[in-house]
């Protein structure tokens, strides 16, 4: 998907840079970077939301650990009377077991899923803070468009072509 969008760009860029020669190339092309984990990661409720998913995330963790504490405690017990028990009382209890498995497997799954979810719903306003906020700032510049530089997807810029927003957009969020 970036290589896509990282191709697109260049193509786009090229065609002016092929009407109208290398002379007017920073003229014509404007562009910012930045990156925007660094700028999330500098707002200032960006440490109230990973306290909120710590919370979060703990409670889920404590209640695993007590499923599965539980479910230890079952079966060591069916381990220790297995040998005396009757037969439908053995295969009760095994599929007590396995259906008390199933569930802990399931609220581990669906526990994830939570924790993303309301992990993706609190950084929401966040991201829209500051998306708002690069908006702003690279229409101010006068800007095409704004590269995050997040997991080496842009290995070079050339200094004399775009403007680093780093900066301006944390001063901006402090805001």
């Known amino acids: 998907m970036i290589k896509h969008f990282i191709i697109a760009i260049m ?10 020669g290398e002379d007017s190339v920073a003229e014509q092309i404007r562009f910012g970077y930045l990156s925007y984990e660094t700028a999330l990661a500098a707002m200032p409720e960006y440490e109230g939301v990973l306290q909120q998913m710590n919370t979060l995330r703990e409670a889920y963790e404590k209640e695993l650990q007590r499923a599965e504490d539980e479910f230890n405690r079952k079966y060591e017990d069916f381990l220790e009377g297995q040998k005396d028990y009757p037969r439908t009382i053995l295969l009760k209890r095994q599929t007590e077991l396995q259906d008390m498995m199933q569930r802990n497997l399931q609220f581990k799954q669906q526990g994830k899923q939570d ?4 992990e993706r719903k609190a950084m929401a306003p966040l991201r829209v803070r500051l998306n708002e906020a690069i908006a702003t700032i690279a229409r101010q510049h006068h800007l095409a468009l704004v590269i995050n530089t997040d ?23 402090q805001k």
């Open 115 to 118: 924790l993303a979810e309301a």
């Open 11 to 20: 193509v786009l860029l090229s065609v002016p840079v092929m009407a109208q």
């Open 151 to 173: 997991a080496n997807a842009c290995p070079f810029i050339e200094p004399s072509m775009g403007i680093d927003l780093s900066g301006e957009v944390k001063e901006a969020l």
